[in-house]
């Protein structure tokens, strides 16, 4: 989907701002929100990581990019909590007035009317075997797909209709697209594929830049040599 | 390390967090003391001082920087690090001509089991934002100036692939051991935006 998420290219952020000596988590609740994806993910909730990525996706795109990443995560986890009827949205306001929270504070979950039904996955991790042959080989020139979609994809936007070369092949692995969705691991076969600046950036990229991406072979099309 | 929840300006959103966790622990679904587990794991055993270990060997054994290169995920193997996302990990080879440097731009990917969970700025929107499309200016800022002739190539972690960088061995290292090699090893020059 177009959200918020999709930040590569967007301009305006402003400077990085690194923070010396960096703890692993910076207050208990961060932990805690951590200690929640295992439960939600126990309690069937949460039955794969693109589902989540699509829940967080799917937050509210003010506390997206406020609440941060911890704050993103309880956003994706209390939606698909939620969706899966494990809490009620009731049951938690409740709690927070106990707990002294304000009762306005909107959140940030959105979870769906209909949500999807996601079935367990198949097997661990995201390595499948894929039936069909590659349709690409290392060196070949390739076109991402120009649509976008309106569900879950890991083609950037900034990476759309651009001309790119195959760097490496990596056999197939579950299709995020329809996964996150409970429509199937659909494996497909996945590349990365190296864009150089000015394709990405025409006249403003620095030069003596390559992006590569990973891209699953459903956005690919073969480019023509021209 | 902070984790002590009567610090000052927490945010709405770690009462909301109190809130759920106290609702799943009464389901049933979560146990008081899997925070404590949680954060023991990604203080003591998950971190970059496992991925410094990794760069150090690589550094040392011209072998193993072979397999490193040509497999991540199998050179790997031999440590026995927890801490998952390493389905597939690719090393990349910073050299004088070629600087490597790694992002997720849609969410935040990264590879737990030799990095540790990602610093804050990683996942923050500036640096996904900025570093496919100006990856100069993003790393200057970090203290990183490259020569024009360098060349900068920018690994966006869009699947399920994560990117671990080899950092160039420092000058004036010869004859230090692995362990001493990998105390020089900071967990920015593993993502690219450090040089040692």
Known sequence: ?226 | MTTDDHEHDLPPQALRAEALESLLIERGLLTADAVDEVIATYNERVGPMNGARVVARAWLDPAFRERLLADGTAAIAEFGFEGGQTEKLVVVENTPEVHNVVVCTLCSCYPWAVLGLPPRWYKDPAYRSRVVREPRRVLEEFGVRLPASTRIRVWDSSAEVRYMVLPQRPVGTEGLGEAELAARVTRDSMIGTALL
């Open chain 1, 1 to 226: 989907m177009d959200g918020i998420h999709d930040l590569g290219g967007k301009q305006g952020f402003g400077r990085v701002a690194p923070e010396a000596d960096e703890p692993a988590f910076h207050a208990r609740w961060e932990a805690r929100v951590f200690a929640m994806l295992r439960a939600a993910r126990a309690a069937g909730a949460v039955q794969n990581t693109d589902q989540f990525r699509h829940a967080i996706e799917r937050i509210d795109p003010v506390a997206y990019l406020t609440n941060g990443y911890y704050g993103r995560w309880l956003g994706g986890i209390e939606t698909l909590l939620r969706e899966a009827g494990v809490l009620d949205e009731a049951a938690i306001q409740s709690r927070l007035i106990e707990l002294g929270g304000d009762p306005d504070m909107p959140a940030a979950a959105r979870p769906a009317e209909r949500p999807n039904r996601v079935p367990p996955s198949t097997a661990p991790g995201s390595r499948r075997e894929v039936a069909a042959p590659a349709r690409f080989a290392v060196g070949d020139r390739v076109r991402t797909r120009s649509q976008g979609s309106a569900g879950h994809t890991r083609l950037p936007g900034y990476a759309r209709g651009r001309i790119g070369r195959i760097v490496l092949h990596h056999g197939g692995w579950v299709f995020p697209d329809t996964n996150a969705h409970g429509l199937g691991e659909e494996p497909q076969h996945l590349y990365t594929v190296a864009f150089t600046g000015e394709t990405l950036w025409g006249a403003d990229a620095e030069p003596g830049v390559v992006v590569s991406l990973d891209l699953f072979e459903p956005y690919l099309e073969p480019a023509d040599d021209d």
